[in-house]
């Protein structure tokens, strides 16, 4: 199958394979076959080779490889953490559909991490980047960065916000706990 200029399209439908076309704003490579992420008109560039979709619906947010993303932590397990995206950073707008992402151990931080536990836990507040987009609701993200990470933790044991008492370590106000995180150099509190 083979899309032209104009055609509408979906989510997830095929738009053609990538060794014919660079995906571009609004399309993600699915091992080797370029996607449409959103409902749209296509556009080809045959100069540049270039697929992409102009959105139906006017300006939306899109997600796509190097920006930064804000939302909180679902769940972490073993060498991956998953976050739940709530907005782009510095934009007012909803995101179109909802995405998660996911945090491999390797690009939590810039050194070796032991145990992802030390880094992140459910309900914290972060702020990543996107690495790669693999689905049309999922994407990997690092917070190799030191603006990247926690900006807010939320303690294990009481569900409060933890003050920041060191580098990597945060205290409850409410129990006492002290645990430790890969803290942004923007961490609130
Ligand atoms: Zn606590």
């Known amino acids: 199958m083979k899309?032209?200029?104009?055609?509408?399209v979906l989510p997830g439908d095929s738009l053609g394979v990538?060794?014919?076309f660079l995906p571009s704003e609004g399309t993600y490579d699915d091992d080797g076959e370029i996607r449409s992420l959103i409902a749209g008109t296509v556009s080809v560039d045959d100069k540049e080779k270039k697929i992409s979709i102009i959105p139906k619906t006017s300006s939306p947010s899109l997600?796509?490889?190097?920006?930064?993303?804000v939302g909180q932590i679902s769940d972490?397990?073993?060498?991956r953490a998953l976050m739940k995206i709530d907005s782009i950073k510095d934009n007012s707008r909803g995101l179109v559909t909802s995405f998660s992402g996911g945090i491999h151990i390797s690009q939590a931080e810039k050194g070796y991490v032991d145990k992802l536990t030390d880094e992140f836990r459910i309900g914290d507040l972060i702020e990543a980047r996107v690495t790669k987009v693999i689905g049309i609701d999922n994407v990997d993200l690092t917070t190799a960065e030191p603006e990247l990470g926690v900006l807010k933790a939320m303690c294990t044991n009481c569900r409060h916000f933890m003050k920041q008492t060191?580098?990597?370590e945060v205290t409850c106000p409410n129990c006492g706990r002290k645990e430790?995180?890969?803290?942004?150099?923007?961490?609130?509190?």
Request: no cysteine.
């Open 180 to 189: 430790k995180r890969n803290i942004s150099s923007k961490y609130e509190g």
């Open 18 to 20: 990538s060794e014919e």
């Open 166 to 168: 060191g580098k990597k």
């Open 76 to 79: 972490v397990r073993g060498q």
């Open 3 to 8: 899309t032209k200029s104009g055609d509408f």
């Open 63 to 69: 997600i796509k490889k190097g920006i930064v993303v």
